[in-house]
């Protein structure tokens, strides 16, 4: 017993008072609010981003997956075709694999949908009419892009990112004879969860131009053009969540510095009351 360090007191060596009560009470409420506030940052998962030089997703054979889905209203569908070009040498004229054409406008305009690989090395995938029997004289190029995007679809809620920049974009109004160009930036993007499971996607930044294209022949067939080119850099999101004992550490921390705290403000104004007790009583002798 003599190694005893949290030695007792008496009851009656104790005295209860009613502002002790009070600053008892708001102890108990002020802990339970900085309790709760921990548990609810303790359950939650925090998204921490990093970024790093490296090519994340090695087992994908040096492919990238993209999907497109643009509309023309004023282009029939037997004019739309999709190309694909890039610096290894592919140069693929009117890639038909997974694509699909759906007619709009009473069959004057088309929907174009299509799931198709890149390699990772610059280059460019276009829509245009290239691969039509019969080049028409003067193709509308006026369109709405739904939707771009490369790798897996990832749907984070904590996670904004440019995964789909070009969705929305509209070009109903431009010159039905104009090119447009759209200058890609692809960055690599991995999203680790708390299981450590891996999922590999893309983000990407675009310029867009538009233009009237010319040679010495005349003017030039315009097109959708896509071009692309790989960041060096990775950005990777991970699934982290506050450890068991960093939680218990500050719980710890919450009651003790809360009770020395109160103990500190009860002690003064009890000492502060028994003082002022004491000047009244001399006054009235």
């Not at 303790?42 to 970024?51: D, P, Q, S």
Request: proline fraction near 5%; include cysteine.
């Amino acid at each position: 017993w003599k190694l005893d360090i949290y030695r007792k007191v008496p009851k009656d060596l104790t005295q209860p008072t009613y502002t002790g009560a009070v600053v008892s009470i708001i102890c108990c409420v002020f802990m339970l609010f900085l309790f709760l506030s921990e548990l609810k940052g303790f359950i939650a998962t925090e998204i921490v981003n990093e970024l790093y030089v490296d090519d994340p997703d090695k087992n994908s054979g040096g492919k990238i997956d993209v999907s497109l889905n643009i509309s023309l209203p004023n282009l029939h569908c037997d004019l739309v075709g999709l190309d694909i070009q890039d610096e290894m040498g592919r140069h693929e004229v009117g890639h038909i694999d997974n694509s699909m054409k759906v007619p709009l406008n009473h069959g004057h305009g088309c929907r174009f949908e299509g799931e198709f690989t890149i390699n990772k090395v610059p280059g460019n995938f276009h829509v245009s009419t290239h691969s039509a029997t019969a080049q028409p004289q003067s193709p509308d190029m006026t369109h709405v892009i739904h939707k771009l995007a490369f790798g897996e679809k990832l749907q984070v809620q904590n996670v904004q990112g440019a995964f789909n920049a070009l969705g929305g974009a509209d070009r109903l109004v431009s010159n039905p004879l104009a090119s447009h160009d759209y200058i890609l930036k692809i960055v690599p993007t991995v999203y680790e969860d708390l299981s450590g499971k891996q999922r590999f996607s893309y983000q990407y930044t675009v310029a867009n131009k538009e233009y009237v294209a010319y040679s010495h022949t005349g003017r030039i067939i315009p097109a959708i053009w896509y071009r692309y080119d790989l960041s060096p850099i990775t950005v990777k999101y991970t699934e982290k969540r506050q450890p068991l004992y960093r939680f218990i550490t500050t719980i710890c921390a919450i009651i003790g510095g809360t009770f020395t705290v109160a103990g500190i403000i009860d002690s003064c104004i009890f000492t502060a009351s028994e003082a002022w007790k004491k000047i009244q009583i001399g006054k009235m002798s």
